[in-house]
Nanobody, 130 residues
Framework: QTRLAESGGGSVQAGGSLRLSCAVSGSSYGSVCIGWFRQSSGKEREGVAAIYTGTMADRKTYYGDSAKGRFTISEDNAKHTVYLQMNGLKPEDSAMYYC????????????????????WGQGTRVTVSS
């Protein structure tokens, strides 16, 4: 079973940066996709970015519209950790951020709506003030 734990959230001013971490435990690292999601009060959960944790792939990452140009997803195979670097933060980026596992990596080819995310972390809160 894949277990995930997020960290790195906090409070920043608009224009600032944060790097979120998702520590992945279990035997699936290297063969699973990990995605970042966010949800703020009164809004639907939104897919942000996803990455394949293995090394052999035709496609490695996928970004949602809100992340393109400002956020970067990456992974460290040795640490079994997936990162979300967020730059140029805006108040509308304030949300609880979660990571989740998509074992078949459907997200890379079908987007977040077609993905098969199962295991979820507890989330880390990001607050961006203007």
């Amino acid at each position: 079973q894949t277990r995930l734990a997020e960290s790195g959230g906090g409070s920043v001013q608009a224009g600032g940066s944060l790097r979120l971490s998702c520590a992945v435990s279990g035997s699936s690292y290297g063969s699973v996709c990990i995605g970042w999601f966010r949800q703020s009060s009164g809004k639907e959960r939104e897919g942000v970015a996803a990455i394949y944790t293995g090394t052999m792939a035709d496609r490695k990452t996928y970004y949602g519209d809100s992340a393109k140009g400002r956020f970067t997803i990456s992974e460290d195979n040795a640490k079994h950790t997936v990162y979300l670097q967020m730059n140029g933060l805006k108040p509308e980026d304030s949300a609880m951020y979660y990571c989740a596992a998509d074992p078949p990596c459907a997200v890379l080819y079908a987007g977040f709506r077609g993905a098969k995310f199962g295991s979820w972390g507890q989330g880390t809160r990001v607050t961006v003030s203007s």
